[in-house]
């Protein structure tokens, strides 16, 4: 049976075609608190049993854009007051490496453990992550700049709220 649903582009195009002042967000990998499917939560769960290494592949050194649903929030916010038709990245103002990523995650809940960066030859699944990308994945914010939005912080600062949120509920399972 062929799926008969439009797909996302064309569900874009179809509301871009209306003549309505319509905005389309075209935000990457959300994260903020109450992330269904946190991209935090492994390392988080790691750290808090105490695990004392963690191995990222790619030598921890790939980037895949982080968007806050925060930031999400406030690029809505601007382009409510400024109806148009348009397609706008949404995407926080930083683009951090997997490594800083889960450094910052190690920060944030005291973990003194190590990372162990693993070469790229490896090929195994050892040190898998979320934010594995053969090449680096950054999305163009510039329109929404120049229609005046500003970040409420960088992915790395607004990480922490999914954190917390996250470690409150592996503590309390």
Known sequence: MRDTR????AAEQAALD???PVTVIRPSKVHGRWALNSRTRPFVESMIRGDRTIELADRGASTDHLTAALNT???ISTVAAQPGQRILNSADPDTPTAEQIVRSIGTQLGWTG???LLDDANDSNRGRH???AAHPIVLD???SVRLG????GTGL????EEIDWVATHCRTR
Do not use: I, M
Request: glycine share 8%; hydrophobic share 45%.
């Open 149 to 152: 939005y500003t970040p409420v």
């Open 141 to 143: 914010t510039g329109a």
């Open 130 to 132: 979320p934010w594995l």
């Open 6 to 9: 439009p797909s996302k582009v």
């Open 18 to 20: 209306s003549g309505l």
């Open 114 to 116: 190590t990372l162990n």
């Open 157 to 160: 600062d607004l990480l922490r």
């Open 73 to 75: 929030a406030a690029l």
